[in-house]
């Protein structure tokens, strides 16, 4: 059986393919997959502790049987959030359409975040960010993150935005509204949903800077760039 395997971010990088496909026998496990990657991207060892596996946009234990025509992809971690969008947003056309849909319900402010592009890191000059997202499984989990925010007590309207494409140092990354009955709830919601973000949503970012290429993987973990 065929079984596509897609690659991101920094295994892009150490396979020198954004996919392949790959002949299986019947009953492979996906747990027979992973051990076949690693046997042939042995620098793929690197991030086998933290390595994100989606079977068709899901989190599968790797003693799932694969069938013909899945699609596996691959990933070290994440570091992505309603959903992923390319241009940046109209932030006061947001808060008034926000504030008009929650202040009849009860609501009295606003927790906003908004994550933008660094113009340094450590001592070098930052560039360009950028940023490529898994999709449509990306957009996905930013709505159930979104959806999940909406839930908690207390809270009235949440939103999150994550922006992919080329950035510059001041561009707008990633954007979280909560609106809530109390500022507590707001801002506790807010963080979770922002933490959930950076560790749940298939988003990556490469960043180019005045002494080269990084990776940026989990929580700010730098990786050099390299090919092959």
């Keep these: 059986m065929k ?6 971010s920094a295994l892009r990088d150490i396979t020198g393919k954004t996919s392949e ?7 492979s496990t996906l747990g027979d997959l992973i051990n076949w990657f690693f046997k042939q991207y042995p620098k793929a060892q690197a991030f086998k502790e933290e390595l994100l596996v989606l079977v068709n946009g899901k989190s599968l234990d790797w003693s799932y049987v694969l069938n013909g025509g899945d ?9 992505g959030g309603g959903g992923v969008i390319n241009t940046q947003l109209d932030l006061n056309k947001e808060l008034a359409d926000i504030i008009h849909k929650t202040a009849p319900q ?26 490529e997202a898994y999709e449509p499984h990306a957009t996905s989990k930013l709505l159930e993150i979104e959806e999940w925010a ?12 994550h922006m992919v494409g080329s950035l510059k140092p ?7 509204f909560v609106s809530a009955i ?7 919601v807010a963080r979770d949903a922002l933490e959930r973000v950076k560790h749940e949503v298939p988003i990556f970012k490469l960043e180019k800077r005045s002494d080269g290429e990084f990776w940026v993987l989990g929580d700010g973990k730098r990786v050099p760039r390299s090919r092959g």
């Excluded at 699609?71 to 570091?79: D, G």
């Excluded at 009860?106 to 940023?131: C, N, P, S």
């Design 21 to 27: 496909d790959l002949e299986m026998p019947d009953g």
């Design 71 to 79: 699609e596996v992809a691959i990933m070290p971690p994440v570091s």
């Design 106 to 131: 009860g609501a009295g402010g606003v927790v906003i975040f908004v994550g933008y592009v660094k113009g340094r890191v450590d001592q070098a000059t930052v560039e360009t960010l950028e940023y």
């Design 182 to 188: 109390t500022r507590e709830i707001a801002f506790r």
């Design 150 to 161: 909406r839930r908690q007590e207390g809270v009235l309207d949440a939103r999150i935005y």
């Design 3 to 8: 079984i596509r395997v897609k690659y991101f």
């Design 170 to 176: 001041g561009d707008h990354t990633v954007y979280v």
